[in-house]
Each structure stands twice: as structure tokens, then as C-alpha cells.
């Protein structure tokens, strides 16, 4: 059903809120005019949730006088959600770190074993070259949103 002002966006859509089980059972409807919904579904945007998930979040920060979510970490224009985005590239470019350097355990056991280095060690090489390019990829990210 389309309110007034209410901008279905099919494609785009942000993620809930955290789900809790049992369901909650208390509702708080808010009325909005136009542009105070795109304002809100703006912010929303930004933040990576939906509307009605901003919308709580935001209220609940404000009443127990904390961080929302979606707000800005203090002192930077950066929100929660992109820096939990930076986090989770920070973890898939630790895994490839760690696996990388398994490989590369493996080839010195190889080469020491046998004389010769293994004929993988040219892809794993230039995977760990991959990986530390992502990483620098992250590390200007984090440097551009933190200006």
C-alpha cells in the first residue's frame, strides 16, 4: 500500500534490524509529511538499513543516549555500517593472509624437502600479491573516509 511521499524502491534495499526471538511485541507508528520520509529514507539509505529500522535504532540511541547504528563514528563522517563493511573486508583480507602464508609453509617444507620449489609456488606468490594489493586497496578506503 503507497502512502503519500512513500518511495518503493525495488532494487535497493537496505537490511533489517537485528531479528530477536521471541518477535517484538510493542509498535510505535510514526506520521510523516514528504519530505520528512525522504529525509528519513535518505538517512536510511546511508545507513544500510530501512527506513522503520533507522527509525528505531535512532530512537533507542536517543533514549538511552547512545550511538545508533547507522549514526556517524564520533569525529569522523564515517558510519557504523560502512566501518562494519571496512571490518568485514578486514577479515576476508586476514583470511587470505593466513591462508597465503599456510601455502607458503608448505612450499619452503617442499623446496627444503626436496630441492625443488613446488610447481604451485608461482599462484600462490601471486595470490599473496593479490592479497596484499587488496589490503592496500582497504587502506586507502580507510584513509579517504576518515579525510
Known amino acids: ?9 525495488p532494487v ?22 514528504a519530505t520528512e520520509y525522504q529525509d528519513v529514507a535518505a538517512a536510511a539509505a546511508r545507513s544500510g538499513v530501512t527506513p522503520a529500522g533507522f527509525s528505531a535504532n535512532s530512537a533507542l540511541a536517543a533514549a538511552r543516549g547512545t550511538a545508533a ?5 564520533s569525529g569522523t563522517r564515517v558510519t557504523r555500517y560502512e ?8 577479515f576476508a583480507a586476514r583470511t587470505a593472509v593466513i591462508r597465503t602464508g599456510t601455502n607458503l609453509n608448505q612450499a619452503t617444507a617442499a623446496l627444503n624437502a626436496t ?7 608461482d599462484r600462490a606468490v601471486k ?17 579517504r573516509r576518515l579525510r
Request: aromatic share 2%.
Open 83 to 90: 566501518l562494519a563493511e571496512v571490518q568485514r573486508k578486514l
Open 12 to 33: 535497493v534495499r537496505g537490511s533489517d534490524r537485528r531479528h530477536q526471538f521471541p518477535g517484538r511485541h510493542q509498535r510505535v507508528n510514526l506520521r510523516l509529511d
Open 1 to 9: 500500500m503507497d502512502q503519500p511521499g512513500h518511495t518503493a524502491n
Open 127 to 143: 595470490r599473496c600479491e593479490r592479497s596484499l594489493d587488496q589490503l592496500d586497496a582497504l587502506v586507502a578506503d580507510i584513509d
Open 115 to 121: 630441492g625443488e620449489p613446488p610447481a604451485w609456488l
Open 69 to 73: 547504528p547507522g549514526s556517524l563514528v
